[in-house]
C-alpha cells in the first residue's frame, strides 16, 4: 500500500546508547516530517524537511539529528539517548500530513 | 510561541447523541486540519478548513472554520461506536506544513 513507512515499530534503548528511525515515503511528497506524541501534549515537531537537501529544526529538536537522504527517505538520529526521549515517534509527509505507523521507543 | 487549545479532552457519550469539540487560539492559521487517531495507529487526516467561516461536511462529521481564522469545531450528529477514538487539530500559520497541533480530544461513544 502507498504511504508512509517507518521501522522499527518498538525499540528499546538504553541511555546513551544511538540509533537511527527511519521513515520512507513513497507519494512524491516534496516535504517530510518528524513528531513526537506526549500523553497530554499532541504532536510536537522535531525537524522538518521542506524539499531534498533542505532540513529545519521545529519546536523540539534538542538530542535529534536528521538526514533528508533523497525524495523519499528521512531519518532520524538519537545521538546518546535519555529517558526523557520516550515517546512515540510519527514521520509524516506532505502538506496535508500523512502519517506512519509510529516508532513506539523507551529509553531506560 | 502558538498554542491550539482543545476542549473537551475527554468525551464519554451514549450512541446517537450529538457533540462538538472546540479549537481555539490566539494566533491566526492559514489552515487548520483535523485528524483522527486510533490506538497504535497514526493520525489520518479528516479535512483541512483554509477559508474563515468554511464549513465543511463529512458524512455525519461537521467543520467549521472561525470568521478571524483562529478557531475551529467540530460537530459529529448521532455518534456512532465506531466515531470513538483521539481526534487532534493541527494548525499551519505559514503553509508549508509544519503544524501546531492541539492536546487531542479522546471521545468514547457507548452503545
Known amino acids: 500500500n502507498a504511504g508512509v513507512t517507518q521501522t522499527p515499530k518498538f525499540q528499546v534503548l538504553k541511555t546513551g546508547q544511538s540509533m537511527t528511525l527511519q521513515c520512507a515515503q513513497d507519494?512524491?511528497?516534496?516535504?517530510m516530517y518528524w513528531y513526537r506524541q506526549d500523553p497530554g501534549m499532541g504532536l510536537r515537531l522535531i525537524y522538518y524537511?521542506?524539499?531534498?537537501?533542505?532540513?529545519d529544526k521545529g519546536e523540539v529538536p534538542n538530542g535529534y539529528n536528521v538526514s533528508r537522504l533523497n525524495k523519499r527517505e528521512f531519518s532520524l538520529r538519537l545521538e546518546s539517548a535519555a529517558p526523557s526521549q520516550t515517546s512515540v515517534y510519527f514521520c509524516?509527509?506532505?502538506?496535508?500530513?500523512?502519517f506512519g505507523q509510529g516508532t513506539r521507543l523507551t529509553v531506560v | 510561541t502558538q498554542l491550539l487549545e482543545q476542549s473537551p479532552q475527554f468525551l464519554s457519550i451514549q450512541e446517537g447523541e450529538n457533540l462538538t469539540v472546540y479549537c481555539n487560539s490566539s494566533?491566526?492559521?492559514?489552515?487548520l486540519q483535523w485528524y483522527r487517531q486510533e490506538p497504535g495507529e497514526g493520525p489520518v487526516l479528516l479535512v483541512t478548513?483554509?477559508?474563515?467561516?468554511e464549513v465543511k461536511k463529512l458524512k455525519r462529521l461537521t467543520f467549521q472554520f472561525g470568521d478571524a481564522r483562529k478557531d475551529s469545531s467540530l460537530h459529529i450528529t448521532a455518534a456512532q461506536p465506531g466515531d470513538t477514538g483521539l481526534y487532534l487539530c493541527?494548525?499551519?500559520?505559514?503553509?508549508?506544513?509544519?503544524?501546531?497541533f492541539g492536546q487531542g480530544t479522546t471521545l468514547q461513544v457507548k452503545p
Open positions: 509524516a509527509s506532505g502538506w496535508e500530513a500523512f
Open positions: 507519494m512524491n511528497h516534496n516535504s
Open positions: 524537511s521542506a524539499s531534498e537537501g533542505t532540513t
Open positions: 493541527a494548525g499551519d500559520s505559514g503553509n508549508t506544513g509544519k503544524l501546531i
Open positions: 494566533s491566526v492559521f492559514s489552515s
Open positions: 478548513v483554509v477559508t474563515g467561516g
